[in-house]
């Protein structure tokens, strides 16, 4: 079993929908991080949080720590908002690492 | 301020040949990582360095890979010889220290180098 959860892996949408990735984890962790992975391209960071909730423009991230669960929000999507995003959890002490979720790849129709 | 660079950006080689990858990290930051993606799945940890020192490497196949980082600051990774499971991108990150007590460290990400082994 994966220690981190995606859901679901695939998702298409129309343009102006509002659409919620979800991240489940079974570790405990400090702190928990949405990344952006566009085709071809690197990796871009979202959001790191580690209690209640983060807006950025029209994302919204938000996590619950006892029930280790987070959801990334995107409102009145775009098809530039097509990419894979993925769930990565920071654990251990100052010397931890990331386990990476397998991501969540999310297609906008015009 | 640049971000992590990566070099090359795609390199295609047969199996049980050589390979060496190159990162250079976002200017003061102590702490890199090396990635290795395959295609369908999220990024793995092969190594992760704080300077010049080796903190995790517990997922690298060191039959076959290596890493270094010998002044702190660039690095390189190396396969050799080369097998066809080992095609994947190979993401080079970077974080400013070896992370907040109970806060994580925010990454940055290199482009990658998309390796493709036949």
């Known amino acids: 079993k994966n220690e981190v959860e995606q859901s679901p892996q695939n998702l298409t949408a129309q343009e102006g929908e509002f659409i919620t990735i979800n991240c489940s984890y079974s570790?405990?962790?400090?702190?928990l991080h949405w990344l952006q992975q566009h085709p071809g391209g690197g990796i871009v960071s979202l959001f790191m949080?580690?209690?209640g909730k983060k807006k950025h423009g029209r994302l919204i991230a938000t996590i619950n720590i006892q029930e280790k669960h987070s959801s990334l929000h995107i409102t009145a999507s775009h098809p530039r908002d097509s990419a894979v995003y993925i769930c990565a959890v920071f654990y251990g002490g100052s010397q931890g690492n990331l386990i990476f979720g397998k991501g969540t790849k999310l297609s906008v129709k015009p | 301020e640049a971000g992590v660079a990566q070099s090359p950006r795609y390199k295609i080689i047969e199996k049980r040949q050589s390979v060496a990858f190159w990162c250079n990290p976002i200017?003061?930051?102590?702490?890199l990582y090396w990635y290795q993606q395959i295609l369908g799945q999220g990024p793995k940890l092969l190594i992760q360095f704080q300077n010049n020192g080796v903190v995790d490497d517990s997922q690298l196949p060191k039959d076959r890979f290596s890493a270094e980082r010998l002044k702190g600051v660039d690095s390189t990774l190396k396969i050799q010889p080369a097998k066809l499971e080992d095609s994947a991108v190979y993401l080079c990150?970077?974080?400013?220290?070896?992370?907040?007590?109970?806060?994580?460290?925010?990454?940055?990400f290199g482009p990658g180098t998309r390796l493709t082994v036949l």
């Open positions: 949080l580690s209690s």
């Open positions: 990150a970077s974080s400013l220290g070896g992370g907040l007590a109970g806060g994580g460290d925010t990454q940055y």
């Open positions: 570790v405990g962790i400090s702190a």
């Open positions: 200017s003061g930051h102590a702490t």
